[in-house]
T-cell receptor, first 110, second 118 residues
């Protein structure tokens, strides 16, 4: 599975959009980009995933660049409860395990 | 919304004792996983399980570990003789499938069991 690079930490003001970048320059054609988050040692929570196209669900939007070498997770209106570690994971379909990196620690401040 | 549940939430044990961590995956899911997270470290894959067999295991998952699906709903992780370094959060996850649509491969995690070995 391709390696990902994320900033160690980011701050965001409450009510603003949080844009979390992820670099996955070695991604191959059959690898998906998954985003999870972990709030203070709770179980990782699935957010969204995508292959090539941009995706949106009730939690977030995922923007994948045309060359697929990077992506951005967007939380449109961050709240204090969005403070968490956000993990960008690249995974081949049919490959069971998830490989977690260190993620980005997002702090949403009032 | 269906959830993965885990019991107990906390477990304290003495070194050398056996522990069993329990998980109830989402009901229509067929693939089950255990991960662990030592305090301050990354979430690490331990084992995946499908059709009553281990599909994949990591180097961490040595002979001291075993998994079982004793009935139609539970999925357990047993540590035969706990060591101090087994102290960690243990997360169970499940997915509907492992192949086909990526949506069905999405893994959903339980809240974890915090294991402390003294």
């Amino acid at each position: 599975d391709a390696k990902t690079t994320q900033p160690t930490s980011m701050d965001c003001a409450e009510g603003r959009a949080a844009n979390l970048p992820c670099n996955h320059s070695t991604i191959s054609g059959n690898e998906y980009v998954y985003w999870y988050r972990q709030i203070h040692s709770q179980g990782p929570q699935y957010i969204i995933h995508g292959l090539k196209n941009n995706e949106t669900n009730e939690m977030a939007s995922l923007i994948i660049t045309e060359d697929r070498k990077s992506s951005t997770l967007i939380l449109p209106h961050a709240t204090l409860r969005d403070t968490a570690v956000y993990y960008c994971i690249v995974r081949v379909a049919r490959r069971g395990k998830l490989i977690f990196g260190q993620g980005t620690e997002l702090s949403v401040k009032p | 919304e269906p959830e993965v549940t885990q019991t107990p939430s906390h477990q304290v044990t003495q070194m050398g004792q056996e522990v069993i961590l329990r998980c109830v995956p989402i009901s229509n899911h067929l693939y089950f996983y255990w991960y662990r997270q030592i305090l301050g470290q990354k979430v690490e894959f331990l084992v995946s399980f499908y059709n009553n067999e281990i599909s994949e295991k990591s180097e961490i998952f040595d002979d001291q570990f075993s998994v079982e699906r004793p009935d139609g709903s539970n999925f357990t992780l047993k540590i035969r003789s706990t060591k101090l370094e087994d102290s960690a959060m243990y997360f169970c996850a499940s997915s509907e499938a492992s192949g086909g649509a990526a949506r069905r491969e999405t893994q959903y995690f339980g809240p974890g069991t915090r294991l402390l070995v003294l």
